[in-house]
């Protein structure tokens, strides 16, 4: 047994190793923490974002809060036939009083109107009371009804301007302009376009030529990086039979060659678009149906029954009625001396009356098989004060040409994108437009 006196004579080595063990957990904890990673407080984010023990939520808020905009739900309506602003309101369960509201915020304006089929209109709403109306009419343009305290609304219309790039395109004709167009990368809608520009001078039915070649510059509409539609095409190249053609856009909208001549003729190549030729000017030609002998004045188009068919030139209507054997015809006077006739008509444009002034292109009536005629086509002529010429081939009077002060303008501009033209097809552009 221990006794006090035996303790205290053993105190003195006791409290040394009692003092000495004290001291080495002390040092151990002192230098723990330092065994630690320290997180600095301005990276804490990054830290919390990459810890996978943290929840999902509190990693996104610091995310949400920036984009609490672009979160917002809208409820999106198609406008359909014989909709209103009331049934559309309605629709999302709206009031009338909502759509007065808002009626009295755009009337001055009129933001909301009018609505066509295919149009969508957003609505935001919140504890069942409208605080947004927005109707986004293409990328570039968009109106937004804001309510801003009880029941005032406001009216905010955002248009943007799309960034404008020059793009090229150059191609080689094998098959035809469409095909290979098409595999040249040009829309539809372009190479009708270009189609456009030199159907004057070329007759893309018959005209066209294996390795016939062509080239463009036009622009595209760019918003925020992304493609959202083309643009006019600045100036364009066709080589058909050896011979080059350059057209190039001017500020009033029209093409022009690089002298100033209009590209655009007093009449146009031909009247309907996508047909064949079944029959040319010939003056010896044995009539399909009579089986005799009997001069052909004229050009048949071939195409489906209810094509259009296009006014040749600017003039006035002086027949609209069903002539012998043409069946259904139209007769067109122009600037006096010209005189253009289109027979087999389907049916006329109700518009279309006799005395009426017509433009080039305009629709006069389809394609039918009225008349002696064996299948649906247009029989066309085209008259030089009475005598019949051939439509195929009658050069056809300039429009006006851009006179001295307008060439001062044009002229630069035609000769940068001739030698733009011309270095893109060599693989080395100059410089941007």
Do not use: C
């Amino acid at each position: 047994m221990i006794t006090l006196p035996k303790l205290l004579q053993h105190f003195p080595k006791l409290y040394v190793r009692v003092l000495a063990l004290l001291m080495l957990v002390m040092l151990v904890i002192s230098l723990w923490p330092a065994s630690q990673p320290k997180t600095p407080a301005n990276t804490s984010t990054q830290v919390l974002d990459l810890s996978p023990k943290l929840p999902i939520e509190d990693t996104q808020k610091p995310h949400l809060e920036s984009l609490s905009n672009d979160s917002e739900e809208w409820t999106s309506v198609n406008v359909k036939s014989g909709d209103s602003l009331s049934s559309l309101f309605q629709r999302v369960g709206l009031s009338a009083q909502d759509v007065y509201r808002v009626s009295q915020a755009t009337k001055k304006i009129k933001a909301l109107s009018p609505l066509f089929p295919g149009d969508t209109l957003d609505f935001l709403i919140a504890d069942d009371q409208l605080e947004k109306v927005r109707l986004i009419k293409t990328p570039l343009l968009q109106t937004i009804v804001q309510r801003q305290d009880g029941s005032n609304y406001t009216v905010e219309i955002i248009t943007r301007k799309p960034d404008i790039e020059p793009r090229f395109v150059q191609g080689v004709i094998k098959s035809s302009l469409f095909v290979d167009g098409q595999n040249a990368g040009l829309s539809q809608k372009k190479l009708m376009q270009l189609a456009t520009i030199f159907g004057w001078d070329i007759d893309f039915a018959l005209d066209i030529r294996e390795n016939d070649q062509f080239a463009l510059i036009y622009e595209e509409n760019y918003l925020d990086e992304a493609l959202i539609g083309e643009g006019d095409i600045l100036a364009a190249q066709f080589t058909n039979r050896g011979k080059v053609f350059n057209a190039i856009r001017h500020s009033d909208g029209n093409y022009y060659s690089p002298e100033g001549y209009s590209m655009r003729k007093a009449f146009l190549r031909s009247p309907v678009d996508f047909f064949r030729i079944s029959s040319k000017y010939n003056p010896n030609r044995k009539h399909p149906v009579l089986k005799t002998v009997r001069p052909h004045r004229g050009v048949d188009y071939a195409a489906a029954t209810g094509t259009p068919i296009k006014a040749s030139g600017d003039g006035k209507v002086i027949w609209r009625a069903t002539k012998g054997g043409y069946g259904r015809t139209i007769i067109i006077q122009h600037a006096g001396i010209y005189t253009t006739l289109y027979a087999h008509m389907s049916k006329y444009n109700s518009k279309v009356k006799k005395g009426s002034r017509v433009k080039q292109g305009q629709v006069i009536g389809y394609i039918g098989s009225s008349g002696l005629a064996t299948g649906p086509h247009l029989h066309y002529e085209f008259r030089t004060n009475g005598v019949h010429k051939n439509p195929l081939k009658v050069k056809l009077p300039h429009a006006q040409p851009l006179n001295k002060e307008q060439m001062e303008d044009f002229q630069p501009v035609a000769s940068n994108l001739i030698e733009l033209l011309n270095a893109y097809q060599l693989g080395s552009p100059l410089a941007s437009i």
